[in-house]
């Protein structure tokens, strides 16, 4: 099945030690996302990619940073995490950037906890 | 500034009807998503909405009013699997997508 999938689903990392978080995606989409959640709050956009064009949110801390090496896979860096960063992260393709095509298909997402 | 509003938390029985409702103010509109989030796990999708008017989809409805800026899920014979966050979120001018914070809605036998 076509899917977007996310590793790890859980972290754990001390304060300022770097973590990675990888996505990978079935589906030939266009565009990938980052998106950070917290606990009853809305999804944050942090960055997306149309192709290889990146495009960073102007609100994302310098703290965060992303990569998409092919079409299929994205990572994103967080170089120094600090305890307002745990969150769920979510990574979101979806086929092209306009109406109606805009559907987002999700991967399960990964928990950061900072300890 | 863009917002989305929507109940934080609702309560309905098994196997009775919710109406979810959203409201919206954004900087143009090029569409409505409805998306479903269980606790802990990501967001799917349920509906889209471009057109005034209902679109139905099995137990789940959406509809909406562009002049009111304002949309409902309606979800018929509640299961206990329906407990989970329902988000609303708007596709502003710029195609980026504007969140609300979402509605737990909390099912009871």
């Known amino acids: 099945d076509a899917m977007v999938i996310q590793n790890p689903r859980y972290q754990v990392t001390q304060f300022g030690k770097p973590v990675t978080l990888s996505c990978s995606q079935t589906?030939?989409?266009?565009?990938m996302y980052w998106y950070q959640q917290k606990s009853s709050q809305a999804p944050k956009l942090l960055f997306h990619?149309?192709?290889?064009?990146?495009?960073n949110e102007a609100d994302t801390p310098d703290n965060f940073q992303s990569r998409r090496p092919n079409t299929s896979f994205c990572f994103l860096d967080i170089r120094s995490p600090g305890l307002g960063d745990a969150a769920m992260y979510l990574c979101?393709?979806?086929?092209?950037?306009?109406?109606?095509?805009?559907?987002?298909?999700f991967g399960a997402g990964s928990r950061l906890t900072v300890l | 500034g863009q917002n989305i509003d929507q109940p934080t938390e609702m309560t309905a029985t098994e196997g009775a009807i919710v109406q979810i409702n959203c409201t919206y103010q954004t900087s143009g509109f090029n569409g409505l998503f409805w998306y479903q989030q269980h606790a802990g796990e990501a967001p799917t999708f349920l509906s889209y909405n471009v057109l005034d008017g209902l679109e139905e989809k099995g137990r789940f409805s959406s509809f909406l009013s562009r002049s009111k800026g304002y949309s409902y899920l309606l979800l018929k014979e509640l299961q206990m699997k329906d407990s989970a966050s329902y988000l609303c979120a708007v596709l502003d001018s710029n195609y980026q997508l504007i969140w609300g914070a979402g509605t737990k809605l909390i099912i009871k036998p």
């Open positions: 589906l030939n989409h266009n565009v």
């Open positions: 990619y149309y192709d290889k064009d990146f495009n």
């Open positions: 979101a393709t979806s086929r092209d950037g306009v109406a109606g095509a805009n559907v987002l298909t």
